[in-house]
């Protein structure tokens, strides 16, 4: 019964976090020796940099809104 109990707290003080966790967003990341544009969500090397975003989907089609 006494080890339930911390169990039950530290699943109740879980929740939010995991309730309240959104998926990263995409950018589109311009290469500087061909100018490509490709969408992700991370950096693709030093070779990259972020041109625009963000996205809520992974053809960088759908901007997210301002908050």
């Known amino acids: 019964m006494k080890k339930r109990i911390?169990?039950?707290?530290?699943?109740?003080l879980a929740c939010p976090i995991v309730l309240n966790a959104?998926?990263?967003p995409w950018?589109?990341?311009?290469?500087?020796s061909t100018?490509?544009?490709a969408c992700s969500q991370?950096?693709?090397?030093e070779g990259w940099?972020?041109?625009d975003g963000?996205?809520?989907d992974a053809?960088?089609?759908?901007?997210?809104?301002?908050?």
């Open 27 to 32: 950018y589109h990341w311009r290469s500087k």
């Open 6 to 12: 911390p169990l039950a707290l530290a699943i109740a």
């Open 42 to 45: 991370t950096p693709l090397g």
């Open 35 to 37: 100018n490509a544009l």
């Open 54 to 56: 963000p996205y809520r």
């Open 59 to 67: 053809r960088c089609e759908k901007p997210l809104p301002a908050k």
């Open 22 to 24: 959104a998926p990263a």
């Open 49 to 51: 940099v972020r041109a």
